[in-house]
């Protein structure tokens, strides 16, 4: 079940009446079943799967809390690895043995094949890297202390459920959610300042998806199945930065949606971005993208590793061991390792440089403009290995992009390309500059009606088939 759909929105309207509508002590229960409700219209045998890992994880912790005995805490982690190694990596783990030995029978494409003639198929559980992430967390959060509350497991298994946030995050911690679910029996229906706020979000999240997204998507679809080895240089460039606006018009979407359908039920989901593409360094778009991401990784990850407290080569280490796990997490293939691998090496880079006196953001303006064209130089080529389709073609690409190659041709969806960017960018001024467009809210009860009449009628004009959110695949 889609979010911008028609089944999706009867969904959400009957669940929404009918939680303000009931006792407050029944609330949990409802949103706990349909939560779970709407995780099963994907795949009803692994709901069941989800049910298992939430209720492994809070049995195991509980246990750990009478016996405090660190094995116990470890066993579940290793159980945990184990579970999405098996799910997503069992074909990619089985395909480096293969190329390392040479077992072609090894090999994914050939056991992938061979597996689903027998009928046997090891398939992924939808978003089994943001539920697993956030099952983790709650542990370790007991384990270290940071997180002493006790919970019933009604509670829990609605922290990991909730399903405006189930499939794609953001990844919530255990004190942002937690805290909330125990005190939703209290809740009062929103205000109008919130529900102004919550139907902004979900026009944003509609506009985003239906109308840049999509459109974009099927605009890229020529470049990433086609030979980049025959396209102009500069083509390659315009369209990879095609596939980052895309990327964060679908993903931002899913985020505004997830927290303006969450708002509507009384609970405050985190900001998960803000303007990554005004980045002006690699290490600025990781303060500004996904943020939810990069701050597990860097909590969960990078300072147990030691972080910055480390001798300096350590710590490039560090955090090239974090953004190659982090790209494992991402997907089970080479070009997902490759990326995390070279985002760790350019942020290692830019902290060499920092260190030595580098300003990251110049005080000049020809210095700023400098800085942000080097950034972009030299990040989008790595962003290549996100979208790519193999690792052969994302080489290619990359060195079609240092070809100087720039031919006269000009690609067919060059329209629509420059209409997404276009749209992304003004999302990106609405997050960068918020106070600038504070004047409009005065005009709400006029802009909410006038908005969503204008999304409906452009919604009729522009928006094709519904199409799964990117990020549905991790």
């Given at each position: 079940m889609l979010f911008v759909t028609q089944e999706f929105l009867v969904f959400f309207i009957v669940v929404a009446l009918t939680y303000w509508l009931i006792p407050g002590r029944?609330?949990?229960?409802?949103?706990?079943?349909?939560?779970?409700?709407?995780?099963?219209?994907?795949?009803f045998l692994f709901t069941f799967h989800l049910f298992l890992v939430v209720a492994t994880n809070y049995v195991v912790m509980e246990i750990y809390r009478i016996h405090q005995k660190k094995w116990i805490f470890v066993l579940l982690q290793i159980a945990n690895v184990a579970n999405i190694a098996v799910f997503k990596y069992?074909?990619?783990?089985?395909?480096?043995?293969?190329?390392?030995?040479?077992?072609?029978?090894?090999?994914?494409?050939?056991?992938?094949?061979?597996?689903?003639?027998?009928?046997?198929?090891?398939?992924?559980p939808l978003a089994i890297s943001f539920y697993t992430f956030q099952i983790m967390s709650y542990g370790i959060d007991i384990y270290r202390g940071s997180y002493t509350t006790r919970h019933k497991f009604r509670e829990v298994l609605l922290f990991k459920s909730f399903f405006p946030q189930l499939i794609a995050g953001p990844i919530m911690r255990s004190s942002e959610l937690l805290p909330q679910i125990q005190t939703m029996d209290s809740f009062s229906p929103p205000s109008a300042k919130q529900t102004e706020r919550a139907v902004w979000l979900i026009l944003a999240g509609i506009a985003k998806k239906?109308?840049?997204?999509?459109?974009?998507?099927?605009?890229?679809?020529?470049?990433?199945?086609?030979?980049?080895?025959?396209?102009?240089?500069?083509?390659?460039?315009?369209?990879t930065l095609g596939c980052l606006a895309m990327l964060y018009a679908d993903f931002s979407a899913y985020t505004d949606l997830a927290r303006g359908t969450g708002l509507l039920l009384g609970f405050e989901i985190p900001?998960?971005?803000?303007?990554?593409?005004?980045?002006?360094?690699?290490?600025?778009?990781?303060?500004?993208?996904?943020?939810?991401?990069?701050?597990?990784?860097?909590?969960?990850?990078?300072?147990?590793?030691?972080?910055?407290?480390?001798?300096?080569?350590?710590?490039?280490?560090?955090?090239?061991?974090?953004?190659?796990?982090?790209?494992?997490w991402h997907g089970a293939s080479y070009t997902f390792v490759l990326w995390g691998i070279l985002t760790g090496i350019m942020l290692s880079a830019e902290s060499f440089a920092f260190r030595r006196g580098w300003k990251e953001w110049p005080d000049s303006l020809h210095g700023r403009a400098l800085r942000i064209l080097i950034t972009y130089i030299v990040f989008l080529p790595s962003t290549v290995f996100f979208f790519g389709k193999g690792l052969p073609w994302c080489l290619a690409a990359v060195a079609q992009m240092f070809a100087f190659d720039f031919g006269a041709e000009v690609p067919a969806t060059i329209n629509t390309l420059a209409y997404g960017i276009a749209g992304t960018f003004f999302f990106h001024l609405v997050d960068e500059w918020p106070e600038r467009f504070t004047a409009l809210r005065k005009y709400d009860r006029w802009l909410l009606p006038l908005g969503s009449a204008a999304l409906?009628?452009?919604?009729?004009q522009f928006a094709g088939p519904g199409k799964d959110f990117f990020y549905f695949q991790f």
């Open positions: 029944f609330r949990m229960y409802w949103l706990i079943a349909t939560s779970l409700f709407f995780y099963a219209t994907w795949n069992y074909y990619l783990i089985l395909d480096f043995v293969g190329i390392v030995f040479g077992i072609d029978w090894l090999r994914e494409k050939n056991l992938r094949l061979q597996d689903r003639l027998d009928g046997h198929e090891i398939l992924l239906m109308l840049i997204a999509d459109q974009m998507t099927t605009a890229l679809g020529p470049f990433l199945a086609g030979d980049p080895s025959t396209m102009a240089s500069h083509v390659i460039w315009l369209y900001l998960n971005f803000t303007a990554p593409l005004f980045m002006h360094s690699v290490s600025d778009f990781w303060r500004r993208w996904h943020l939810t991401f990069s701050r597990w990784i860097r909590d969960y990850i990078y300072i147990p590793l030691g972080g910055s407290r480390v001798p300096e080569y350590r710590n490039y280490i560090n955090l090239v061991i974090t953004f190659f796990l982090g790209g494992l409906i009628l452009a919604m009729t």
